[in-house]
Nanobody, 117 residues
């Protein structure tokens, strides 16, 4: 049973930075893709960033140039470095992963990020 463990959420002022972490709770096959999605009240869940096993990355338009995703395949973990945070970045952030391109989707429990002065 794959479990994704998230950490790093919290309260930060506009313009500040925060780093989110997601890792498998125990050893597993390397994920085909790992990434972060977010959902604010009243909004649909949207892609923030994701990284594939070969290193290719993809970012949502709203975070390009501000967020950086990185992966440690040895630990089956992914980090999201968030810089220049804006109030509109406020949301619950969820880790998401697949072991294969068409396989089961695994979700973390979500971690709250609040950007406010």
């Amino acid at each position: 049973q794959v479990q994704l463990v998230e950490s790093g959420g919290g309260l930060v002022q506009p313009g500040g930075s925060l780093t989110l972490s997601c890792a498998a709770s125990e050893s597993a096959r390397i994920f085909y893709v790992m990434g972060w999605y977010r959902q604010a009240p009243g909004n649909q869940r949207e892609l923030v960033a994701r990284v594939f096993s070969g290193g290719t990355t993809e970012y949502g338009d709203s975070v390009k140039g501000r967020f950086t995703i990185s992966r440690d395949n040895a630990k089956n973990a992914v980090l999201l470095q968030m810089n220049s945070l804006k109030p509109e970045d406020t949301a619950v952030y969820y880790c998401r992963a697949r072991l294969t391109s068409g396989g089961s989707i695994y979700w973390g429990q979500g971690t709250q990020v609040t950007v406010s002065s």
